[in-house]
């Protein structure tokens, strides 16, 4: 090829290939891949909070038709029978038909989110009316003697087994109660919560130790420390049965509750929360009182109540070291001391109709006792973390308004002045330099 037929050729550039845009651009190069905008057409977004007609529709004919079933099985085709059994089916027949029409038109995975919902309210609403069950029997079995006053305040000190209802009461039970279980939870609570705090802040083998101990006793039998602090404390040391050896027995039993639970709640809170602590410059311990345990406030409340539920319903270790009375005593160190669960077992012994009636009625006041209690530890501790109540709210706008009454009263700091420099007449001239 000669030169003039190179020259007579036109070099033609490339088209440059179009930058890729967003939408296109490979995640490899740091960018983000978006979807493309035409997907095609979305189903109906779904309201998790309301229930649709339909759905409405599926679950109470299936219901109804799990019932209806449930009878011709019961009482034409087939020689079942008993309300337990019924129940079953019924429930049974009840999945299987809900399930059947949610198919009809959703699809597999619609049919068990809509199954697994039904089995877990099912299970909520069984739980529940367990509670309420326990709770309205023993109110209708000891309702006749909760119904006078002086069931809540006499004690059974001139009232025996023949007596009516309208003599004798439990108020001796239930300061007993009281007692014990206030001493237990002085003891169990710092010593739970500051076990919790070892084990989650210290740590170390000793730590692993200290675990696995608390949690072999929470299988510890309520007997076993009842009989520990019995010949541990009332043989070797006071030599009698006392409202403070029981309530030593329930903090055996409370402890290892309150150690686990609270040891659970600790693991929760974010790690990120004690470093940025620390990087403040405080020390481990300020950072446990002012970051840890507040943040875990509302678990160690549920932990303290947990433990209480274990510890104010034992029966076995109270009578073992606290003993039975019919008389008011309200020294923990001296004398036997009942409490709830020691005097309804006192009561249903007895074949007695009202006697048996008492022993309900002071399970039902042990039962509403229980729920006061928790009623007040949740307000007490069923804060979020963060959020102020009252008394704090109104600290801190205490504090502020010190801090800008302090800001006030201190002197303006005037701007600094700039350095004196040289004027004019006093600069060097050039004959002083010479």
């Known amino acids: 090829m000669t030169l003039t037929e190179l020259e007579d050729i036109t070099i033609v550039a490339a088209p440059a290939e179009p930058a890729p845009t967003t939408a296109e651009a490979p995640a490899a190069s740091g960018g983000t891949d978006l979807p493309p905008e035409d997907r095609g057409e979305t189903g109906p977004r779904r309201d998790l909070r309301r229930t649709s007609a339909e759905d409405r529709f599926n679950l109470w004919g299936s219901l109804l038709s799990a019932a209806a079933l449930a009878l011709l099985l019961f009482g034409w085709f087939t020689p079942l029978t008993g309300q337990v059994g019924w129940a079953i089916v019924a429930y049974l027949i009840f999945i299987g038909l809900y399930a059947l029409l949610v198919a009809l038109r959703s699809t597999r995975e619609d049919v068990a989110d809509r199954v697994m919902t039904v089995l877990f309210v099912s299970a909520g609403v069984l739980l529940l009316a367990a509670l309420v069950f326990v709770v309205l029997f023993a ?52 010593l739970g919560i500051a076990t919790a705090v070892f084990l989650n802040e210290v740590g170390g083998r000793f730590a692993r130790f200290v675990r696995t101990i608390a949690d072999a006793m929470t299988a510890l039998p309520s007997i076993v420390a009842g009989l520990f602090v019995y010949s541990a404390i009332i043989v070797f040391i006071t030599h009698q049965r006392s409202g403070f050896a029981a309530s030593l027995a329930i903090s055996v039993m409370m402890l290892p509750i309150i150690i686990r639970a609270s040891d659970v709640v600790l693991r929760l809170v974010a790690q990120n929360l004690r470093e940025a602590s620390y990087a403040l410059g405080t020390t481990r311990w300020r950072t446990v009182w002012h ?36 008389e008011m005593n309200i020294d923990p160190f001296n004398g036997p001391m009942i409490s709830l669960p020691l005097q309804v077992f006192d009561f249903v012994k007895s074949p007695e109709p009202n006697m048996i009636a008492r022993g309900f009625g002071a399970a039902a006041v042990l039962i509403l006792l229980v729920l006061a209690l928790f009623f007040v530890a949740r307000l007490i501790g069923g804060k979020a973390p963060g959020q102020l109540s009252d008394r704090g709210r109104r600290r801190a706008a205490a504090a502020s308004r010190r801090d800008a009454e302090r800001i006030a009263s201190q002197p303006s700091v005037d701007s600094p002045t700039s350095v004196d420099t040289p004027t004019s007449t006093d600069s060097p001239t050039p004959e002083d330099n010479s």
């Open 139 to 190: 109110l209708a079995r000891g309702w006749a003697a909760v119904q006078h006053l002086n069931f809540f305040t006499q004690t059974m000190k001139f009232a025996g087994p023949l007596d009516p209802l309208s003599d004798g009461g439990i108020l001796h039970a239930i300061v007993g109660t009281l007692i014990q279980i206030g001493i237990a939870l002085a003891i169990t609570i710092p």
């Open 291 to 326: 970051v840890v345990l507040p943040t875990a406030r509302s678990g160690l409340v549920t932990a303290v109540i947990l433990g209480t539920a274990r510890g104010i319903g034992e029966t076995s270790p109270v009578l073992l070291t606290s003993g039975i009375t019919a």
